[in-house]
């Protein structure tokens, strides 16, 4: 192959443009809209790319090595790439929560992004570019170490020049800026993604050797009914308040639940933008404002609590995983072992469930809890989500690539999964029916955070909580009790319904403490405050 030798100062520089210019285009594409609404000064918008040079360029001369060089300029470059590709076309940021999405997807979720566009994206942007820098230009690191020390020093002491010299006309533009527009951090690439990912792998290997700690190991089961208290708790995924007609959305997406005499709670929020955070928090005794993701997955959930009182707990998997929430109960994962005719391209329809509920219900020999996690509404294959006979809203988009397709388009596939979403639990809710006169029965729905469908360029989750747009942050909040079991916890329905009506009210914080309060579980852990049942108990 033919090389071509340069001075590792002019190969750095060469790498650094490329970064600059081209792994960064979702930066660049995100500050041309930033300005394009806002003043700002000719000099400080021409010192940017600038400035990310001598940042590029400093970190490729500390990386840029005799012998390593090669492997560690293709990994940044192909990951890069597949970085730049989803934050350019689905508007992510890498920041820590998107790392940890990352690299807790399963095989079936990944292979879901998978597109002909990634293809090209990735070849023409990542391998080639990768050949190009690894065998083609060949840096020239001299025979001297000394020497080669001294000229990368030079050269981090002239970047970090440059960027004094525009931090000494431009400091309070920069200051100003970034802290109106925090998200150009997670912008930057590769920096962000790499210091996500080392906070992550510090976790894995540092945080992860804290001790567990037992919580609510003074939890009783108080139902003094002579009938069994029966709960199904459904999560949902990537579920969005504002597209349930059950909360005003103009199409009729839930025409199931609308005739089955539910309480759907109109403003709830989320507290986190992806699953990997907002399940464990939501399960947690903690509360968004103080959430702490390695305390949680250091003590027992809300699942575990409900174990300690004596209740037979369990949990249904089918959004690849439950995020630690459920390890250390009866769980298990839905596969196509169960029913090869609901599953496909490594994944299955929700509906699947529903095997075996009706006779877990008939069989329950005490207070029972059964968990669904639901695939819902996870995207972008939003049309793999439901069975074609639930495609009532078209024309769908057919594809990963749901920023090529129309928002209408869009919204019509996502929409279809909100319906199958609807089916899923009415199907639920009339199985409970069905246990008749033998149990307490209640339904209680909540999703674990919302989808953006293109609003303001923004597509799918993952966004850090305080930029996220209230698509990403607000989730429907459903429940459904029979008769008896409405009579046995003294629930004031019309209260309830008053309830659900009210604004920046509820969140995911109010799960813990409501599940306690409706299973009757007595623990110091429970606070009646935060129980959404407590203020309508007659």
């Not at 075996?356 to 972008?380: C, F, R, W, Y």
Request: net charge neutral; proline share 3%; hydrophobic share 40%.
């Amino acid at each position: 192959m033919l090389q071509k030798k340069l001075s590792i100062t002019v190969y750095v520089i060469l790498l650094s443009l490329f970064f600059t210019v081209f792994e960064n285009i979702a930066l660049w594409n995100h500050i041309v809209k930033l300005t394009s609404s806002e003043p700002v000064k000719i000099g400080f918008l021409i010192s940017l790319p600038i400035f990310v040079f001598a940042t590029m360029y400093t970190i490729f001369t500390l990386l840029v090595w005799p012998y390593i060089y090669r492997i560690l300029v293709a990994l940044l470059i192909i990951l890069s790439t597949l970085v730049t590709y989803s934050m350019y076309n689905y508007g992510n940021y890498f920041d820590y929560g998107m790392i940890v999405s990352v690299l807790q997807t399963n095989s079936a979720e990944s292979m879901s992004y998978l597109s002909s566009s990634v293809v090209a994206w990735f070849i023409f942007l990542g391998v080639i570019p990768a050949i190009i820098f690894c065998y083609i230009l060949k840096p020239n690191f001299g025979t001297s170490a000394i020497r080669l020390f001294f000229v990368k020093l030079a050269s981090i002491v002239g970047a970090i020049l440059v960027c004094a010299v525009i931090a000494f006309f431009y400091y309070k533009d920069y200051v100003s800026f970034i802290r109106n527009h925090s998200e150009l951090k997670a912008l930057l690439n590769p920096t962000d993604y790499i210091s996500a990912t080392y906070r992550y792998e510090h976790y894995e290997y540092v945080d992860s050797k804290i001790p567990f700690k037992k919580i609510g190991l003074d939890a009783q089961d108080t139902n003094k009914s002579s009938h069994k208290n029966i709960l199904v708790l459904v999560v949902g995924e990537a579920s969005r308040t504002m597209n349930y007609s059950l909360n005003g959305y103009k199409r009729d997406t839930n025409p199931g639940l609308a005739k089955r005499n539910v309480i759907s709670f109109k403003d709830v929020s989320s507290c986190g933008t992806y699953t990997a955070l907002s399940v464990p928090c939501m399960f947690s005794n903690m509360n968004r404002s103080n959430y702490d993701a390695t305390v949680a997955h250091h003590e027992d959930s809300l699942m575990d609590v409900l174990a300690h009182a004596g209740l037979d707990v369990s949990w249904k998997e089918n959004d690849g995983g439950c995020k630690g929430v459920c390890d250390r109960i009866p769980h298990v994962e839905m596969t196509a072992k169960i029913d090869p005719s609901l599953c496909k391209k490594g994944t299955c329809y929700d509906e699947i469930m529903l095997k075996g509920l009706k006779e877990q219900i008939a069989n329950a020999k005490k207070d029972t809890v059964i968990v669904l996690h639901l695939i819902g509404s996870h995207g972008p294959t939003y049309l793999d989500r439901y069975p074609p006979q639930f495609e009532k809203f078209k024309p769908i988009c057919n594809t990963s690539n749901i920023q090529d397709c129309t928002r209408e388009q869009v919204r019509n596939t996502y929409d279809n999964t909100i319906l199958y979403t609807d089916h899923i639990l009415s199907t639920v809710i009339d199985t409970l029916k069905q246990s008749g006169s033998d149990n307490n029965t209640a339904m209680f729905y909540l999703a674990d955070h919302g989808e953006s469908l293109g609003e303001n360029g923004v597509y799918l989750h993952g966004l850090p909580y305080g930029i996220a747009p209230i698509e990403q942050k607000r989730v429907p909040m459903i429940v459904w009790m029979s008769k008896m079991f409405e009579s046995n916890n003294h629930i004031n329905v019309q209260c309830l319904e008053k309830a659900a009506e009210l604004k920046d009210t509820h969140s995911q914080d109010n799960l813990f403490h409501s599940i306690l309060g409706l299973m009757d579980v007595k623990t110091d852990l429970y606070k009646k405050n935060l129980d959404i049942f407590a203020k309508c108990r007659d």
